[in-house]
């Protein structure tokens, strides 16, 4: 093989090498910065909760042990809590980080000691919705409490209806849905002394139809069990939370834990890793490249002596 053949075979194995190296590198520094955003991605989880029982009876009933976990879980992977009077602005101007809601559903006694607690150890202020027929019926609480929970320990008591019943088939048995949660809502209004505008639908049972009713009254925010994230482009009056419910997860259905550590920081911290990986072939290119580029200055240095030979 000639000199001059020898040094145009290693001018394409250098090109080749850089362009491999360079592609590498590229698509490493692509890989890291959306591995990066996937983990730093902005997220609110919304979690709802019932009782919290040292004697767990329904599959919505929790043991004080692992709800306690729970809060702890989300506070080690950098969720901060929201203070639901904040919620309003995050929705309207947006946010970064990530964050969660803690509220209740039903009223009952138990989840008003659980509320208490949290509000002592951690100072996150809850959300309680209430049903107000049940106010004051065994195992629920009853209005004095609901002032004390408000005034005393930041809990922000909103409506969970007038009774339990699905607002579809309020609507299907030809009730008066709008005037039914606007009256709930008044009479709650009226013991806490505060306006009530949040509600959460029972049983996380609506339809447009539903939904459009509930806007139609003084409520500003409503919240299904979606089991989803909270985004400020959301639909104001159908808000998704995410239920606790024993045997929920083995079913494949939303739950609390997963978002501990949150799926999108864990295939941020894979995206990473592969970039890195992808990274380090680079440079065994790179490497390739100045071999390449070394043996072709070498070879160029010969053609140019036979020239002047």
Not at 7 to 36: E, H, M, N, R
Not at 39 to 64: C, D, N, Q
Not at 158 to 180: C, F, N, P
Request: proline letters at 6%.
């Amino acid at each position: 093989m000639s000199d001059k053949t020898n040094y145009k075979g290693l001018l394409k194995k250098t090109i080749f090498a850089a362009t491999v190296a360079t592609s590498l590198f590229a698509a490493a520094i692509l890989g890291f910065y959306f591995g990066w955003g996937q983990i730093k991605r902005p997220m609110l989880v919304a979690l709802t909760f019932h009782g919290v029982t040292e004697k767990p009876s329904y599959p919505w009933e929790i043991h004080p042990e692992p709800f306690d976990s729970f809060i702890r879980q989300f506070r080690r992977h950098e969720f901060t809590p929201v203070t639901p009077a904040s919620l309003p602005a995050m929705l309207d101007n947006g946010f970064s980080g990530r964050h969660f809601l803690v509220s209740f559903d039903d009223g009952l006694a138990t989840s008003a000691d659980a509320i208490r607690k949290l509000y002592r150890d951690y100072g996150i202020r809850s959300v309680f919705f209430i049903i107000t027929d049940l106010v004051g019926t065994p195992g629920y609480v009853d209005r004095p409490t609901l002032l004390d929970l408000q005034n005393n320990f930041g809990c922000h008591v909103a409506l969970h209806g007038k009774r339990h019943y699905e607002v579809t088939k309020i609507l299907q048995e030809g009730g008066d849905l709008t005037g039914e949660i606007e009256k709930a809502r008044v009479e709650l209004s009226a013991w806490l002394h505060s306006v009530v505008d949040w509600y959460a639908y029972p049983y996380g049972d609506f339809n447009a139809s539903a939904a459009a009713a509930i806007a139609s009254t003084g409520i500003k925010l409503a919240f299904t069990i979606e089991g989803e994230e909270i985004t400020p482009d959301q639909n104001r009056v159908l808000l998704p939370r995410v239920m606790y419910l024993k045997g929920a997860k083995e079913a494949g259905e939303p739950d609390p834990s997963d978002w501990l550590p949150p799926k999108s920081a864990s295939n941020g911290s894979l995206t990473i890793t592969l970039s890195l990986l992808v990274a380090f072939i680079g440079l065994s290119w790179m490497a390739k490249f100045l071999q390449f580029n070394r043996a072709r200055k070498a070879a160029g240095q010969s053609v140019s002596t036979i020239k002047i030979q």
